[in-house]
């Protein structure tokens, strides 16, 4: 089960955060939380990919999804690859951007005009019927796989987990933005990144304004699902009441996502050991 995008594109989302990540500087914490061990460790990064490929493949094998593509009727083209790339929403257009300026005259190359052109659209012009089979000839590439791990970092992965740092979130919290980032982008509308931020810090601080981090990221997770709530293709948010929220609740708590960890999805059990 592949559930659907709601981002712009990367060209928007660098724009809001070279000017400021979010709704402000990224400043350095000296909390305990902000010192200790990130989502950029690799082993807790390794874990923030099965938790997503969880929710988004129904699978903790992430790396077997360098070749998925599907329309899966978002009103976003094509979604593709290990965080969902879209045809519609920007981020493709700049992987296969990236990828042909590092493999020049490799199998995706020739449909750049097409993925300017579709750009903003759910359209397939140009696309079809040979750009799934490349796509799918393009993973097996390591350059084209670095590059999906190189944009999912730089658009998603690394302003996520800066922006959590600099509120003293831990790795839960840390994933919580990830996910949401995501699924959601960081443009300007109610349901970005940004604004469920800004709906969370309306009601509670975090803990580099003093507030308490389990406080914060309930109310964070709060306005998650209110956001995931305004379209009718998220109206199961079972990827945080199950997958995120199980692990600050008292008997399970566990903001440094530290194994054995156990979650559900859509109703399927899944365990890091």
């Known amino acids: 089960m592949h559930t659907p995008h709601i981002r712009t594109s990367r060209r928007t ?18 909390s305990a939380t902000a010192a200790a061990t990130g989502l950029d460790d690799p082993a807790k990064k390794e874990i923030a990919m ?5 929710a988004e493949n129904s699978s903790l ?3 077997a999804q360098y070749g998925y593509i599907e329309d899966i009727g978002d009103g976003r083209g094509y979604t593709a690859g ?9 981020d493709m257009l700049d992987l296969v951007e990236l990828y042909a300026q590092r493999k020049p005259g490799n199998v995706l190359a020739k449909y750049l005009p097409a993925l300017r052109d579709v750009d903003g ?13 490349d796509w799918r000839r393009a993973a097996q590439d390591s350059a084209f796989q670095q590059a999906q791990n190189d944009e ?17 979130i831990g790795v839960l919290g840390q994933f919580a933005y990830y996910d949401a980032i995501v699924m959601h982008g960081n443009g300007g509308d109610s349901t970005s990144f940004g604004s469920i931020r800004r709906r969370a810090l309306s009601s ?3 803990p580099s304004q003093g507030g308490n981090e389990v406080t914060y990221l309930n109310a964070f997770l709060d306005a998650r699902v209110w956001a995931m709530k305004q379209e009718e293709a998220h109206e199961d948010t079972s990827r945080v009441d199950t997958a995120q929220r199980v692990f600050l609740r ?13 979650w559900q999805v859509y109703g399927d059990s899944y365990h890091i050991g």
């Open 121 to 133: 659209s759910d359209s397939h012009d140009g696309l079809d019927p040979g750009f799934p089979g």
């Open 13 to 30: 989302l660098l724009a809001v955060i070279g000017a400021s990540l979010v709704t402000g500087p990224l400043i350095a914490t000296q």
């Open 152 to 168: 999912r970092d730089r658009v998603y992965f690394n302003p996520a987990v800066g922006q959590g740092k600099a509120d003293g």
């Open 82 to 90: 290990i965080i969902g790339f879209c045809s519609g929403t920007g």
């Open 250 to 262: 008292n008997r399970n708590r566990n903001l440094n996502l530290n194994p054995p960890l156990d």
């Open 61 to 63: 094998d992430w790396k």
């Open 50 to 54: 099965k938790l997503v490929s969880s």
């Open 204 to 206: 509670a601080r975090p």
